[in-house]
């Protein structure tokens, strides 16, 4: 195999900038869909019959599509919904929020059954309100036994970010294929994207392990 | 301080409590026996609203807590619960067990209710735990603590829903000895037990329920000695 890296060297600074474009994107979107998927997890256990219809429509319709699909009906399809063309990168963190706040909901709603009832009992027996309840006694502990479902999401969020390429984003993976373009050789500089994604889920990764024995440590 | 009237609670079809009419008097430590089955728990649980009676109705003071109308988390701050399985919050200490629910729920500063707890700890022994997480205390100190975490609330009635059925036997003392304690300070006591020395020594009355019924409602000399029902009979004769 004939692999030349040397000739790649200058353009490392433009690649590695996208790696500021994929966190941007990848952290905003991890943020709101994490919110998202909170309260759509509440929806879902909620007595309301209608919050609960909603979240579950809702989850089936992002679970139900392509993540790429729903990326370009957002961003070429906001003349249409917005009245007005958004920028890519808010195309971006948008979809990409809407989308794992469906699959975080069900990770949510997942933990949350799994605390013992008797949790909030003790909660309603000391006269401590739902929302106060739920906060502080019922989503902590749902939190801990989820940690390991929540970082596979956030790690496939990371991954799947490659996607804005299809609507100009310039994150790592535009970066690349452009370099590749510039150069009419595209095996070496895919390598170096397939690198810096690999750095950052195993970044993840370690933060993960980090926060889960920060989370531990009342066993 | 507790009135119940005509109580009934249905699971579907199941009838678990079939009219139960009875009250508690403030200062008054009441047991509450029977075979499995019984309704006991139910009945008990009904008290603080955990289970939501199907017909009858419950006053707490001059409050009926059975009116839609009333408050249920205020009167619930009066009313403190011990469960057989203790329901700790795993994932605070010992000390913020017992602050949590006067801070967030009594708007407490973090200060009084600190020192509330504290003496509470110190009460039923196990100061040296405060900043413990509950996984690390063995059964009977988590029971002691789940009464100290009620007792935070400073209620006026404690439920003791089967508190030292879960525990090794070795450790049941220990928990009985702080029940006891909290009996002589002349706190209202409503006590699911089969511990029938503990209910002969520390009641002042024994419901003896029976298939969703109130067989028997006497002191405790004489239900141990002279049970009227045959009912309260048999099972006497199975537990001694």
Known sequence: ?219 | MIKIEKLYKNYGKLEVLKGITTSIKTGEVVAIIGPSGSGKSTFLRCMNYLEKPTDGKIWFGDQEITDKKTNIMKVRQNVGMVFQHFHLFPHKTVLENLTYAPIKVKGLSKAEAEKIGLELLERVGLSDKASEFPNRLSGGQKQRVAIARALAMQPEVMLFDEPTSALDPEMVKEVLDVMKSLAHTGMTMAIVTHEMGFAKEVADRVLFLDNGMLVEDSPPQEFFTNPKSSRAQEFLQKML
Request: aromatic share 12%; charged share 15%; no cysteine.
């Open chain 1, 1 to 219: 195999m004939n692999l030349d890296f040397a000739q790649f060297i200058p353009s490392l600074p433009y690649i590695l900038k996208g790696v500021l474009v994929t966190l941007k994107i990848v952290l905003l979107a991890g943020v709101l869909g994490f919110i998202f998927g909170i309260i759509l997890s509440l929806f879902k256990i909620s007595s309301i019959k209608v919050l609960g219809w909603f979240a579950d429509l809702y989850t089936s319709i992002f679970r139900g599509t392509p993540l790429v699909l729903q990326l370009m009906l957002i961003y070429f399809g906001s003349p249409q919904i917005f009245g007005y063309q958004i920028e890519p990168y808010t195309a971006a963190v948008l979809s990409f929020s809407l989308n794992s706040g469906a699959y975080i909901s069900e990770i949510i709603r997942a933990g949350i059954l799994a605390v013992d009832k008797g949790q909030q009992e003790a909660a309603m027996a000391l006269g401590v309100p739902y929302r106060k309840m739920m906060w502080d006694i019922i989503l902590p502990q749902a939190l801990k036994n989820i940690l390991p479902a929540l970082l596979n999401e956030f790690i496939s969020l990371t991954k799947e970010s490659a996607i804005v390429t299809t609507i100009g984003v310039m994150d790592v993976m535009r970066r690349s294929y452009q370099v590749g373009a510039e150069y009419y050789s595209y095996f070496e500089p895919l390598l170096i994207a397939g690198l810096i994604y690999y750095v950052l889920v195993i970044a993840l990764t370690f933060l993960g392990k980090a926060v889960e024995g920060r989370m531990r440590r009342s066993d």
